[in-house]
């Protein structure tokens, strides 16, 4: 009987997924299956479709011959026949060139499934670092991922589903129902033909009707453990409220609940059960009354009663687990759609056909020219976040720019990288307009240290080396030392192969900040940006930092987005943001004597830092 279909919990981080019909989805599969300049996997897919049809015409021969050995071992005119020895041998090697071709199909087929994943993967994957940042922005990293490897495991399932279920099986009907039709009548072929078309129908309905039960009972479980699991993690506050009964009668209810879905979904798989047992069952009435008024009339020999009864049970054995495929098939196209649908994400930023290339490192060349030109940006239509932004950087120089949140002081440093393109006016680097330069040279000249520094689940010494892949051992350790981390790590017992956890969680803010620090000092690049990147540490840390941010800034352009207004008192200018505009620009002495909005600010926080002292 067909066995309990198993589906996944649908995924609520799905957004925008737009109408397409299943034949959409398996057109967009084929350039993988049959690529366009390869021949070599083009030649393994006919291979594998001849082997599929030479293992099913070898399975359809099983029982005739069977059939074959049972006419002859029939006594003839009273006497008894010798054994026939030909046809059993013949038996025995259809049935072992059956297995064999299979076998053969599934060795032949199994290089070409898996890589056609992979190539789906990766081609995702790579897709996914392509588009802007406000895609991602937009999404949740886990529901790309998690879209990503579904629509992968997608396209390995509806492959090996569809080669070596739902074909082999549509090629058995046709051959068998030819077969019959041609060895008896044309009733016996209507009769498998109907059972066989009743079959399936009444399989894919229901299975359809049970999809939306298990579904309900996967999302009611969920619900279940999400509530047990958010009870036991705040433990302390059910205890504070004194709340453990209404934490049990709501765990309660989820449990109620998804013991009457399960219930219903246990039904439901009996009522499809005994519904495709019901139509075999019918049919094998059907077709053994008829064979056997045949026998008995002479028009049939035994042989051939057992022949069409075979052939009857070997159609109804890949039947019977229809239902368990078109449900993974129905789920496997929901999660192709939805990569396919992240693929077709168009990037926000692009590179021109003609795009130009500058020097990236500082070694190649002298610290890059920065120039804001009444610049404007939106993040949406309906909210205008610069107006009219204009300053220079000359090479070398270090501008900071200061002001309240909102005022648009990280957007400048997410421009200047062009993880977004201005609304109007335009940002030069070397007298090029950033647009129509390479991204990938834009970014290699521009260095980020940031707020918050990330850090990938792997060793101190790759995180450093992530800012020049390849760099030497020799090259690495010489950027701690200038981060001033290299001691550090060296107390560490196993150094810089020490791993710093999932986001850098062993290590300290000053330390991870220390780690970003050196890495960008390894890029070297000719544009340095210091996104607020000691507001998080405390004030000691802040001024142990400082030394290294002046030596990974020595010789650079450099711009500054600040919070602490102490770190930057030395810097060649200030712009003070306010609402999207330079309300004050000048020295730290320029602006202190000016009276104006920095003064107010320094003033405030010489307060707060004398209150904390």
Same mark, same amino acid.
């Given at each position: 009987?067909?066995?309990?279909?198993?589906?996944?919990?649908?995924?609520?981080?799905?957004?925008?997924?737009?109408?397409?019909?299943?034949?959409d989805?398996?057109?967009?599969?084929?350039?993988?299956?049959?690529?366009?300049?390869?021949?070599?996997?083009?030649?393994?897919?006919?291979?594998?479709?001849?082997?599929?049809?030479?293992?099913?015409?070898?399975?359809i021969?099983?029982?005739?011959?069977?059939?074959?050995?049972?006419?002859?071992l029939? &006594?003839?005119?009273?006497?008894?026949?010798?054994?026939?020895?030909?046809?059993?041998?013949?038996?025995?090697? %259809?049935?072992?060139?059956?297995?064999? %071709?299979?076998?053969?199909?599934?060795?032949?087929?199994?290089?070409?499934?898996?890589?056609?994943?992979?190539?789906a993967?990766?081609?995702?994957?790579?897709?996914?670092?392509?588009?802007?940042?406000?895609?991602?922005? *937009?999404?949740?990293?886990?529901?790309?991922?998690?879209?990503i490897?579904?629509?992968?495991?997608?396209i390995?399932?509806? #492959?090996?589903?569809?080669?070596? *279920?739902?074909? &082999?099986?549509?090629?058995e009907?046709l051959? !068998?129902i030819?077969?019959? /039709?041609?060895?008896?009548? /044309?009733?016996?072929?209507?009769?498998?033909?109907?059972?066989?078309?009743?079959?399936?129908?009444?399989?894919?309905?229901?299975?359809?009707?049970?999809?939306?039960?298990?579904?309900?009972?996967?999302?009611? *479980?969920?619900?279940?453990?999400?509530?047990? =699991?958010?009870s036991?993690?705040?433990?302390?506050?059910?205890?504070?409220?004194?709340?453990?009964? @209404?934490?049990?009668?709501?765990?309660?209810?989820?449990?109620?609940?998804?013991?009457?879905?399960?219930?219903?979904?246990?039904v439901?798989?009996?009522?499809?059960?005994?519904?495709?047992?019901a139509?075999?069952?019918?049919?094998?009435?059907?077709?053994?009354?008829?064979?056997? @008024?045949?026998?008995?009339?002479?028009?049939?020999?035994?042989?051939?009663?057992?022949?069409?009864?075979?052939?009857?049970m070997?159609?109804?054995?890949?039947?019977?687990? #229809?239902?368990?495929?078109?449900?993974?098939?129905?789920?496997?196209?929901?999660?192709?759609?939805?990569?396919?649908?992240?693929?077709?994400?168009?990037?926000? +930023?692009?590179?021109?056909?003609?795009?130009?290339?500058?020097?990236?490192?500082?070694?190649?060349?002298?610290?890059?020219?920065?120039?804001?030109? *009444?610049? @404007?940006?939106?993040?949406?239509?309906?909210?205008?976040?610069?107006?009219?932004?204009s300053?220079?950087?000359p090479a070398?120089?270090? !501008?900071?720019?200061?002001? &309240?949140t909102?005022? $648009?002081?990280?957007?400048?440093?997410?421009?200047?990288?062009?993880?977004?393109?201005?609304t109007?006016?335009?940002?030069? =680097?070397?007298?090029?307009?950033?647009?129509t330069?390479?991204?990938?040279? =834009?970014?290699?000249?521009?260095?980020?240290?940031?707020?918050?520094?990330?850090?990938?689940?792997?060793?101190?010494?790759?995180?450093?080396?992530? $800012?020049?892949? $390849?760099a030497?051992?020799?090259?690495?350790?010489?950027?701690?030392?200038?981060?001033?981390?290299h001691?550090?790590?060296?107390?560490?017992?196993?150094?810089?192969?020490?791993?710093?956890?999932?986001? $850098?969680?062993?290590?300290?803010?000053?330390?991870?900040q220390?780690?970003? +620090?050196?890495r960008?000092?390894?890029?070297?690049?000719r544009?340095?940006?210091?996104?607020?990147?000691?507001?998080?540490?405390?004030?000691?840390?802040?001024?142990?930092?400082?030394?290294?941010?002046?030596?990974?800034?020595?010789?650079?352009?450099?711009l500054?987005?600040a @919070?602490?207004?102490?770190?930057i !008192?030395?810097?060649?200018?200030?712009?003070?943001?306010?609402?999207?505009?330079?309300?004050?620009?000048?020295?730290?002495?320029? =602006?202190?004597?000016?009276?104006?909005v920095?003064?107010?600010? /320094?003033?405030?926080?010489?307060?707060?830092?004398?209150?904390?002292?």
């Open positions: 009987m067909l066995h309990a279909v198993h589906m996944t919990v649908p995924d609520k981080n799905r957004q925008d997924r737009p109408e397409r019909s299943a034949a989805t398996l057109r967009g599969l084929l350039p993988y299956l049959w690529p366009r300049h390869d021949a070599r996997t083009r030649l393994r897919v006919v291979g594998v479709c001849l082997l599929l049809v030479a293992a099913k015409v070898a399975t021969g099983v029982p005739y011959a069977y059939s074959c050995v049972i006419d002859a029939q &006594p003839a005119a009273g006497r008894a026949v010798m054994m026939p020895l030909v046809l059993i041998v013949g038996y025995g090697l %259809l049935r072992m060139a059956a297995a064999g %071709l299979g076998e053969l199909r599934d060795a032949l087929f199994a290089p070409l499934r898996y890589r056609i994943s992979r190539i993967a990766m081609r995702s994957f790579t897709h996914m670092h392509q588009l802007s940042l406000r895609f991602h922005l *937009n999404r949740q990293s886990g529901s790309v991922t998690r879209a490897a579904r629509g992968t495991e997608a390995e399932t509806l #492959l090996r589903m569809g080669v070596f *279920n739902v074909v &082999p099986t549509l090629i009907a051959l !068998v030819a077969v019959i /039709w041609r060895l008896f009548d /044309w009733r016996y072929a209507v009769v498998m033909l109907l059972a066989v078309a009743v079959y399936v129908v009444f399989t894919i309905q229901f299975t359809a009707w049970r999809i939306g039960l298990r579904r309900q009972m996967n999302e009611i *479980n969920s619900e279940a453990s999400w509530k047990a =699991l958010d036991l993690l705040n433990y302390e506050t059910v205890k504070y409220f004194g709340n453990e009964d @209404h934490e049990r009668k709501r765990y309660e209810d989820a449990q109620d609940r998804y013991e009457r879905a399960a219930i219903r979904t246990q439901s798989l009996n009522g499809l059960n005994f519904g495709q047992a139509i075999i069952a019918v049919a094998l009435i059907a077709v053994m009354l008829m064979a056997g @008024h045949d026998v008995e009339a002479g028009r049939m020999t035994v042989g051939h009663f057992v022949l069409v009864n075979t052939y009857l070997q159609l109804y054995m890949p039947l019977n687990f #229809l239902g368990s495929v078109y449900t993974s098939l129905h789920n496997s196209l929901v999660d192709l759609e939805h990569m396919f649908a992240l693929m077709g994400e168009q990037a926000d +930023i692009t590179d021109p056909p003609d795009a130009a290339s500058v020097p990236a490192r500082l070694d190649e060349a002298p610290a890059a020219d920065i120039r804001f030109e *009444n610049v @404007h940006f939106s993040y949406r239509p309906d909210r205008e976040i610069l107006r009219g932004v300053f220079h950087i070398g120089h270090r !501008v900071a720019v200061v002001g &309240p909102g005022a $648009g002081k990280s957007t400048i440093s997410r421009l200047l990288f062009r993880f977004y393109d201005v109007a006016g335009c940002i030069m =680097l070397d007298g090029h307009d950033i647009r330069l390479s991204q990938a040279t =834009l970014r290699g000249a521009v260095g980020v240290v940031p707020q918050d520094t990330i850090l990938f689940n792997d060793t101190i010494g790759y995180n450093i080396a992530y $800012g020049r892949l $390849g030497s051992q020799a090259e690495v350790e010489q950027a701690a030392r200038l981060a001033c981390i001691d550090f790590i060296m107390t560490l017992p196993e150094g810089y192969a020490t791993r710093v956890g999932e986001r $850098g969680l062993k290590l300290s803010g000053g330390e991870k220390r780690v970003a +620090i050196a960008t000092i390894l890029k070297n690049p544009v340095l940006i210091l996104d607020e990147a000691t507001s998080a540490l405390d004030t000691r840390t802040e001024q142990e930092i400082q030394s290294a941010l002046h030596t990974v800034a020595a010789n650079r352009t450099t500054i987005i @919070h602490r207004l102490s770190t !008192v030395d810097v060649d200018e200030i712009l003070v943001m306010g609402q999207g505009r330079i309300i004050e620009r000048g020295t730290h002495r320029a =602006l202190l004597a000016h009276g104006g920095y003064a107010e600010m /320094w003033a405030v926080q010489a307060e707060e830092e004398a209150a904390c002292a």
